[in-house]
């Protein structure tokens, strides 16, 4: 009761302070045109504004970095739905059936419940953060480097529920991903490896491979289909979605938001693990998941539901602990350093009035987020209406655009190339490519974690089953990863008994 009291107060004074909510707009915009350009990353964004913010007072900027925060990560499932280029890591998983249902026609209705369950997520993470701030926090402090390892590896698992037809396939490309993610500087002392020398590579180039793999790849495909072929006719239709889409989703959405929140509030997991994660959930918990992968509006909605419920639970710890969620929120802790706050418990005592007032700004992000996009969704629409002649040359120009603008270097350029001929093969070999993502991803996070947790056990791996929240996590993981066995066991015993029958 007394949260609800201090938000409405926090409410009251947000309404007064027009200059906030046109800077919380603002922002929202912002993010979502970052979000939604591929290599224009939004922690790029937050942190290319964060200087902007240090002669505003602290509520007007954390509101213009939360918007850019909350509309980047929405931002990023417009061209991975219209395009199949994730503009952001998390939007990789959206593409898996986002893209799938614009070649069948309901570019509309993907768009409509990507912005709907992004919403619903980024809300309903709000409103955990709000009221249920102490609990989880406490939670979250019991996660030491073996838990992280454990959802590292619960990550992993899912690798077999994003393969496609072929399990061996996604489990032969997450490999993959997991070799390319040891290339760079060892995450315990330091010292590089397999980089052959070059300083480009102390750190893995993850945004421009991921950029060939998705951007350039389908480039290529377009220029190796033949100019008489049958052109794709895409139709927006419907962009509100209708009763029969939300009779699918809503319990997906609701599952989602939640665990999207709970990675979310771990120290080292982002959006992108969230998404991945809760596409996973999803998929185990469908009647149909043969569907998934093949234009599923479910996978739209609990990637994105995952995602955006991510943006609440990542600013409990940086809030309540002063331990960032994850890159973003990292940044945003400097935005209150430069403010002169100190993030913590101390920070709801000495400035009560300024945390609920951001709450309430935080939901006010939200809202604008649902009517921006829904204002501009036809005109961002209209891009898959671009002939194939003139959209591939677009696609690669934003692909190297995006990959040079990482870091000016022309060597991410070339990796960027190098990933999407790798891509293209892949396409051609009917491998998937979300595996691999899914292996850079969470394969640092696992090293790491699994390195350090067995430093800190002096060589025991007692780690791995003497702590409950780790053992519950690898738990899970097995099951994921034995469930399609069992189901694919069921089915040959069923055809096989039915074949005895007859």
């Given amino acids: 009761m007394d949260n609800l009291m201090s938000l409405l107060q926090g409410a009251q004074s947000l309404a007064v302070q027009w200059d906030a909510m046109l800077l919380a707009i603002a922002g929202v ?20 504004m964060l200087p902007f913010t240090y002669g505003m007072e602290p509520l007007h900027g954390l509101l213009l970095l939360s918007g850019i925060f909350f509309g980047g990560v929405y931002g990023g499932s417009i061209t991975a739905i219209l395009l199949r280029i994730p503009g952001t890591p998390a939007a990789a998983a959206t593409a898996l059936d986002g893209y799938a249902m614009t070649r069948r026609g309901e570019a509309g209705q993907a768009l409509g419940v990507a912005v709907f369950s992004s919403v619903t997520g980024g809300i309903i993470s709000v409103l955990v953060l709000i009221f249920l701030a102490p609990l989880l926090a406490n939670f979250a402090l019991r996660f030491s480097a073996a838990e992280s390892f454990a959802l590292a590896v619960f990550g992993l698992s899912i690798i077999s529920s994003v393969s496609g037809g072929s399990v061996l396939k996604g489990l032969l490309a997450g490999f993959a991903g997991l070799l390319l993610a040891t290339v760079g500087m060892d995450p315990l002392v330091g010292l590089p490896r397999f980089t052959g020398g070059m300083s480009e590579l102390y750190s893995v180039p993850f945004i421009p491979i991921m950029i060939g793999l998705f951007a350039a790849a389908e480039a290529f495909k ?4 033949s100019s008489k072929a049958s052109e794709v006719k895409t139709v927006i239709g419907r962009i509100l979605p209708t009763r029969e889409s ?42 149909h998941p043969e569907k998934f992968g093949k234009g599923a509006v479910e996978g739209v909605a609990a990637a994105e539901a995952g995602a955006n419920g991510c943006t609440g639970g ?3 710890p940086m809030l309540t602990l002063g331990i960032p969620g994850d890159a973003v929120t990292a940044i945003m802790l400097g935005a209150l350093t430069l403010q002169g706050m100190q993030p ?3 920070l709801f005592q000495e400035h009560g009035d300024l945390v609920y007032t951001l709450f309430a700004g935080l939901l006010f992000c939200y809202v604008m987020l649902l009517v921006v996009a829904l204002m501009s969704m036809r005109f961002v629409a209209r891009i898959v209406q671009i002939p194939k002649q003139i959209l591939m040359p677009l696609i690669m120009v934003l692909a190297v655009a995006g990959a040079y603008a990482i870091g000016n270097s022309l060597f991410d350029v070339g990796i960027m190339m190098v990933a999407g001929v790798a891509g293209y093969l892949m396409i051609k070999a009917s491998i998937p490519v979300s595996p691999m993502v899914l292996g850079l991803v969470l394969g640092p996070m696992a090293e790491s974690n699994f390195r350090r947790a067995l430093a800190l056990s002096e060589g025991s791996y007692g780690f791995l089953y ?24 069921r089915k040959r015993r069923a055809a096989r008994r039915v074949a005895a029958q007859s």
Avoid: C, N, Q
């Fill in 344 to 346: 913590g418990p101390r």
């Fill in 314 to 316: 990542a600013m409990l």
């Fill in 222 to 225: 377009m220029l190796s289909e």
């Fill in 466 to 489: 003497e702590r409950p929240i780790t053992l519950g996590l690898l738990s899970l993981a097995a099951l994921t990863v034995l469930a399609p066995l069992f189901s694919a066991w």
């Fill in 29 to 48: 915009a912002l993010g979502i045109l970052v979000g939604a350009l591929p290599g224009l990353s939004v922690t790029m964004g937050v942190a290319i």
């Fill in 246 to 287: 939300w009779r699918k989703v809503w319990g997906t959405i609701l599952r989602s938001s939640g665990l999207g929140t709970a990675i979310g509030i771990i120290p080292g997991a982002g959006a992108d693990i969230a998404a991945f994660v809760s596409y996973g959930e999803a998929r185990r918990f469908s009647k």
